[in-house]
């Protein structure tokens, strides 16, 4: 079909005089960008997303066993950046202070001092000591009448207006659920990032190189990737873990070397239709190296697809990492983790707060990345017009 | 069939189109009329509104971002734009049917030939089985189709561009319908098939009685085909009125404009003292053919060879032949861009061994221009990138200033304003960028050029502006031409001399006045035939 040209570009720009500015964002990423808004759901979705990573990033704000700030004796101390003895508040013991402890907190505010607190008074790994009940928790807003009988019966703190709240309970060790699931969800998000962005450099390289030289590089390194993708990870960790402990950084290795097959061939395929371009013959015959005609000719091409997949490999990261947590290959003991609450849920059926929570955080988190992944992929489809 | 006065009245039809908030009005206030066995044939450049004003008679555009704001297409007194889509069912396909530019898409590669022309048959006549296939076999006879009952099982890649074509006719003939539109029938093939399949639709109209809907650009196809000329600009008809007048007495200026366009002027003298820039000797391309499991070498696929080329200062080859007939692959194996066996020889050096490295200074002697200037220019770059991207390599040392300098002067060049700089190629029309895709050749000095088909994914008039420009540029910087052209019109303009390539074999070679005046191969006479008069000759010196 014939395209509608634009004959006269030069003849009004000579008009024009002036050679215009060109605009920061390209006119077709400023479709992309409306197209991208169009999808309302994509758009909130992203919004409440980044809201809620942004708010876990400062975790130790919001969820923490350490005041923020301290006044003793006219003197401002950080205990949420640095550890002081309790000595240093008038206390006995040389190790940090715990400002949980009533006699602590006596030493400071006696004296007219105060603390400020974050909102939650609970960091991921701390102990509540005076439970209303035994481990795991109700949440407290859910302890009724017999509970509280029951928690005086039994020796345990009486609902008063002491009582510390744990908003939706507390897991089989008494450590509180809120607090956990804050500081689960960013490390989730953060391994999925990390992850992601690097399976994405090692993938797109290696589609690069291989989509463009073709040929026997490309037949052995797709032979290579077929081996490599058959071998069981899941029996790797737990090798892997029976020798050393798994750490952040060891799990992110061990998954990183089977994840970056993911974009591997999509970014091959762009390639191999792309590198029979006329502008990168082109490029060849100014005679470019190839490295410059894939950077400058040849990339551009992939990121497309890349930035399509991305959200969605974001997703299965986060997903792998949950459910080795749930297995128990995961991240160490004690970590926060949504994987480990939920197999605690699995464990205190009689809990079910352990169990939801868990789902719902987990549940919510991916949703919301996959509405963006969809909205994102119809932004960068070139034949989705705005209606 | 039907007495009444006209098949098609098409009455102040409008086609607007929108993306986001633009609103483009593709087509306006366009009326035509169309008798029983007349041929209109609409003329226009591309963007003209000629495709948009046919698919609208069948319905065929993207809506909604299509709309009709006014308008009417009466096709035996009913309107069609108005019919309910089961309405249009009956009549698209049955009554009006359509051939495409493209045959290499419009036919589905997962289907056999039989069953896509019976599919038709199906639909519409609810004709099946043996009956079906008699009636395929007929119409493939009837198109001209040799050895159809072989053919019946055939998909479409294992047939030539022509005989695909040949199948689409088939299939939009498989009803006799009332009116064919064709859409730019043989723009897509070579200038023999091109012959061949117009040849055919005349024929084939006779027998059918069939109106038809020529939609193209080229005025040969027109003359020899139509009775009745609308030309369209800017999505207006500018002129109408029957085909002789419309040539001989053009009106409008636009028209005139059209009918001028062709390429003229002839090529400077051969001058056979000026210096050779390029040679080559006894020049292969073979593809190794590999089979079985360990991929030994069973025979090769002679793309080029054994082509003796030269090339002097100042002067230009031409370089001709059908598609596949190798010269795309001369070009690029001349440029090392391609492996091949052979001497090559630049200004007395052999670079046939050169590897990479030692060929990158050579780039910016020897320089192409591609034939699809949609394609050859990134469009993720400016034109300012585009252009400098050869000088950052080559000329490494030269200040900024200067680079702008010469960039600047390039596009000056080219006639272009060298304030566009800074925009990107989907900004510019197909001609501006072929002369941004010469400017970029330009800018690094080269003794040699390549043109690649350079015109042919242009309209004519464009077509004829470049080949001027082509011109000009030669004489004032006495630049080394090897011009690859399906189209001899364009040639005969440019060219000094002329190779003429077939299978990867030369089968003429000489001064192209002598090539031109007294062909000696059949296969020269018949590509002369074909491109100048639109005449086939007999079976047997040409492809089908």
Redesign the interface.
Known sequence: MDAPTDVSVTEEIAAAGIPQPRPWVSALNKRRWQTFKANKRGYWSLWIFLTLFILSLFAEFIANDKPIVVEYEGQYYWPIFKAYPETDFGGIFETEADYRDPVVQDLITENGGWMLWPPIRFSYNTQNKNPPMAFPVKPTWLLSDKDCELAVEKGFHPCDPSLEWNWLGTDDQGRDVVARIIYGFRISVLFGLVLTIFSTIIGVAAGAIQGYFGGWTDLLFQRFIEIWTSVPQLYLLIIVAAVIEPNFWILLGILLAFSWVALVGVVRAEFLRARNFEYVTAARALGLPNGKIIFKHLLPNAMVATLTFMPFILNGSITTLTSLDFLGFGLPPGSPSLGELLAQGKDNLQAPWLGLTAFFVIAIMLSLLIFVGEAVRDALDPRKTLT | MTDKPTLLTVDKLCVD?R??EKV?H?VKDVSFKIDHGETLALVGE???????SA?SILQLLPY??ASHPGGEICFKGENLLALPPDGLRHVRGNQISMIFQEPMTSLNPLHTIERQIAEVLRIHKGITGDAARARVLDLLTKVGIQNAEERLASYPHQLSGGQRQRVMIAMALANEPDLLIADEPTTALDVTIQAQILELLLQLKAEFNMAMLLITHDLGIVRKMADHVCVMHQGKIVERGPTSDIFERPKDDYTRHLIASEPKGSPPPADGSAKTILKTDDLKVWFPIKRGFLRRTVGHVKAVDGVNVDVREGQTLGVVGESGSGKTTLG?AI?R?ISSDGPIVYLGERIDGFNSKQ???L??D???V???PY????P???IGQIIE??LL??NPDISSEDREARVARALEEVG??P??R???PH????G?RQRI?IA?ALV?EPKFLILDEPTSALDVSVQAQIVDLLRDLQRRHRLAYLFISHDLKVVRALANSILVLRHGKVVEQGASQDVFANPKTDYTKALLAAAFELETTPAGAVST
């Open positions: 189109f993306a986001g483009t593709a591309s963007g003209s509104g000629k495709t948009v698919l909604p971002a690029q440029l861009l060929m990158r200074p780039r910016k020897l320089q192409i591609f034939q699809d394609g050859s220019l990134s993720r770059m400016s991207e050869g390599i080559q272009l304003d304030k566009v800074d925009r990107y900004e510019f029309s197909g501006q895709a970029r690094l």
